[in-house]
């Protein structure tokens, strides 16, 4: 038997918080609006529903670090919503001394998705992504430029533009769950490929799933997740 949306998310929040049997309980904050968005301890935590073609996704949130979506979105290609936790940050590439993140996820086994980092630099005129783990038909913007090693983990780079910022997607050889990513590192490589100066700044480091499709509904949850900088 399919359970009813509503039944599932609550399903979703009790396994999550390691909670069973007759009592219900709540997480702090959830919403199935488009563009909802929660304010936690200097994050930003997005619902983040922009594609088209979309279907139902609620998000709900014990705190920055601990959040998840129950997305059903229709087995079809686009992107429809990329769920994150955000922090800002608005600070040079010159002036950090460092900026690392780590995080731990459980994501469904079918479906087509990234776990991905989306980091904004010069207000939203350059964006890198760090492709954690993928699943299904999808793919970085671009095409594919070198290969590296840095901060902590290997890459297909992938050099493009989505027709209004750059982008550089750093593919992971091998999906992960659960990693720490020297952010910083990251940064100075592009900067010492002259693809952009250090004096610009990042804007923000968001860390979510870009969901292309999930149908019947499926759970992504974010168990850990900070930035320090």
């Not at 998310?9 to 929660?38: I, M, Q």
């Not at 760090?130 to 793919?139: D, E, I, R, T």
């Not at 780079?157 to 990693?179: C, K, L, P, Q």
């Not at 490589?189 to 100066?197: D, E, K, P």
């Amino acid at each position: 038997m399919r359970l009813p949306r509503a039944a599932v998310v609550l399903v979703a929040l009790l396994a999550t918080l390691g909670l069973g049997g007759g009592t219900a309980y709540a997480a702090a904050w959830s919403s199935s609006e488009k563009f909802a968005t929660w304010s936690d301890n200097g994050y930003l935590v997005r619902n983040n529903i922009w594609g088209s073609g979309v279907g139902s996704q609620t998000i709900w949130a014990n705190s920055y670090s601990g959040w998840g979506v129950w997305a059903d979105h229709p087995d079809t290609g686009g992107v429809k919503s990329y769920p994150h936790s955000a922090r800002p940050i608005d600070e040079r590439i010159s002036e950090m001394d460092t900026l690392t993140s780590e995080f731990d996820v459980s994501v469904p086994e079918g479906g087509a998705y990234a776990t991905s980092y989306d980091i904004w630099v010069d207000d939203h005129g350059y964006e890198i992504m760090l492709w954690m783990n993928q699943h299904g038909p999808v793919g970085p913007i671009g095409s594919r430029v070198d290969t590296t090693e840095v901060g902590g983990h290997t890459w297909d780079v992938h050099r493009g533009s989505n027709g209004y910022n750059e982008v550089f997607s750093f593919v992971r050889h091998g999906d992960t769950n659960a990693a720490t990513v020297d952010i910083k590192a990251v940064l100075d490589w592009i900067v010492q490929q002259g693809w952009f100066s250090a004096e610009e700044s990042v804007h923000e480091v968001q860390f979510g799933f870009e969901i292309t499709s999930s149908p019947g509904g499926m759970d992504f949850v974010s168990n850990r997740y900070s930035v320090t900088s």
